[in-house]
């Protein structure tokens, strides 16, 4: 059974650009959440997908948006990059909110 | 705002011996607590949880401790191996969030021969 799987792995953008990354849940797991780590400091939470609909959100722009499909992937979109999004982009999965499963991450800069 | 924090950036410990990382939260309604391992390149990876309702929680050669009189957390490992060198981070969950982690911002710690 593959674990969560992000894609792509790393990833250059140029200011003012849009980018959408993209995220695997493990089998069977309808619930997804994004986390952006910058440097040097812990993962912060952007938002959750649940039944395809975002249910939570934390403390970020509205240049951050979601989607999840049917088959419970998801993809975050980020709009209008500024130099401050370069981060390390988490994805976990979960099917009950006490275990969840991060994937590797996608690795943004932006110059 | 309500935060969770460590006390320590950097950890050097030598191979064998025993580490111990300290995590300090100040959110008292955390319902439990859980400890993440990233190694370079990879993603959180679960070590173990502990209930707001427990003082000490074990694993394979880890052990958390909590202390709510001082809103204080700590993990040991055991006999510390070159595999341990990661950087460690604590997070609080409440149970009513879905499983939102509110992360602090890691240890590194690095095993030494």
């Known amino acids: 059974d593959a674990g969560v799987t992000q894609s792509p792995t790393h990833l250059i953008k140029t200011r003012g650009q849009q980018v959408t990354l993209r995220c695997s849940p493990k089998?069977?797991?309808?619930?997804v959440s994004w986390y952006q780590q910058a440097l040097g400091q812990g993962p912060q939470f952007i938002f959750q997908?649940?039944?395809?609909?975002?249910?939570q959100r934390g403390n970020f722009p509205d240049r951050f948006s979601g989607h999840q499909f049917p088959n419970y992937s998801s993809e975050l979109n980020v709009n209008a990059l500024w130099l401050g999004d370069s981060a390390l982009y988490l994805c976990a999965s979960s099917l009950d909110p006490d275990t969840q499963y991060f994937g590797p991450g996608t690795r943004l800069t932006v110059l | 705002g309500e935060s969770v924090g460590l006390h320590l950036p950097t950890l050097s410990v030598q191979e064998g011996d025993n580490s111990i990382i300290n995590c300090a939260y100040s959110n008292s309604a955390s319902d439990y607590f859980i400890w993440y391992k990233q190694e370079s390149g990879k993603g959180p990876q679960f070590i173990i949880d502990i209930r707001s309702n427990m003082d000490k929680r074990q694993g394979q050669r880890v052990t958390v401790l909590l202390n709510k009189t001082v809103k204080h957390l700590s993990l040991q490992i055991a006999a510390t191996q070159p595999g341990d060198s990661a950087v460690y981070f604590c997070a609080e969950v409440k149970l009513d969030s879905w499983g939102k982690l509110q992360f602090g911002a890691g240890t590194q710690v690095v095993v030494t021969p």
């Open positions: 089998s069977g797991h309808d619930t």
């Open positions: 997908y649940y039944e395809e609909e975002e249910r």
